[in-house]
């Protein structure tokens, strides 16, 4: 697990001020956003973002909006993962769920203009921080990353896995989109962010990109099968109650534990092309080894 | 109404180009985009970004990106506001909303994946068809009117509306945001997009994008009240059978229709700055009066 930390502290200050005001109308909208943004989670995707950007010295003045971009994306996604007609989750983060606390409509919404917001962070990049085609670059591949190619379309199919089995193509497939496709992003969104900039090889990064959101997800399977309540945030072994195909109901344990550290070796290995400023990335790829 | 006419068909086909084939996986998810956003509607806010951005010479190749955009914002709307925990709605533009051609979870996702296109599609603006940085000021313009201060914002208002009155200050924020926000971007992004071919006067239209949205919404208030389910789409009288406030329960019939003639006498006014190329807005500005 990640320790409470500096960029922890400002990662949240980031999103503090992205966030509308809770005093500005509509504010039961306003305070649903926040709910579900601020005061919890790893901050994984940021983390990813700033590790990549400042390996190229870019200024977290700009990296701040794409690392809070990604996050309310995530935060979006989230809430709308749990609503009623979806996964039907009570819980999320250790505290009721956003439809729980306030209302399905309201939770709806929330989802709604979070996913807006990170789309108006990231068009808001500051002039002259970066050339203004880099960042329309970025705004499409976060787009990409959020649509049916990616998370959108990976919790689609996932809910259609609940009544269809999958095999393990179909849930790597799946995976690669609802979990990879925005871990992706916030690898290579700072790279595109960074045109003149990147001496560093990009093809190891692109491969890192890749081998890390399959490591996210199968991780998360491992933790879900053998984890306690309290680690996990939520109720343990909720896939295997859902039926739900998993790496670790479709390998084995044992297997899903072999699969996940050749992953992680493999994004071991594309970072071997950098130097000890790449430390914060390999400290990302290990938090998925424990 | 709009006759059908040639740019009734060539919305309908760039919108049917930029959608996802609903042969690719997951073809439930694409399908129910498609059900949603094709075969209807008048296509008012693609309609004002072609009549706007051709007073100033820019082309179809260039416009169908924000027209699109705009469109898929409309429909993503439509289909989150008509789903039970929203609006609650069985039918729309005449046949089942999506939640009821396909199912809650899927209409969810349609309107997520919807918006998230809308992104995507600005933010591919073909390379040199107009500076970047104005596709970012536009992508940015999008985002405002999409997010709480516009649509989700309007909303969200409308939601409390049902249990808490409105007085007319309220109502007409309501509704400049509900419905106003994505009119006006539609008029102010091919304005953002021609920065090097605005010659004609830019206050006009602006004056032009706010008092439309408005008008936009006092007619359909009228039409609610007044017209039958054929010409509506929808059931008539919803507006009064579930108390919510609107400008003709708050003003009266007459006086709604007074408002109206002053809001479309201010566009006209608006609109006398230009020549004969501004027909086409003229004509859309009309169609309100209708």
Known sequence: ?????????HIESVLDRFLPDAARPPQTLHRA???????GGKRYRPRLVYATGRLFGLPDTLLDHPAAAVELIHAYSLIHDDLPAMDDDDERRGKPSCHRAFNEATAILAGDA????????MSSI??????????LKAVHTLAEATGTAGLAGGQMLDLEAVSRPLDLEALTDLHLRKTGALI????????????????APVEPLQRLARDLGLAFQIRDDILDATADAKTLGRNPGGDERQHRAT???????????????????QCRDAL??????AAPLRSLVEDRAG
Do not use: H, K, N
């Open 184 to 199: 992706r992003a916030s690898i290579l969104i700072p790279v595109l962010l960074a045109p003149d900039r990147v001496r």
């Open 126 to 135: 500051p002039d002259g921080s970066c050339p203004p085609e880099s960042v």
């Open 33 to 39: 956003m926040r709910y579900a943004v601020l005061g």
């Open 247 to 265: 790496f670790v109901t479709l390998l084995g344990l044992e297997e899903a534990r072999l699969r996940l550290a050749r992953c992680l070796a």
């Open 272 to 277: 071997s092309a950098f130097g000890p400023e």
């Open 1 to 9: 697990m990640i320790a409470r930390d500096e960029l922890e502290i």
């Open 114 to 121: 979070l996913q807006t917001l990170a789309f108006e962070v």
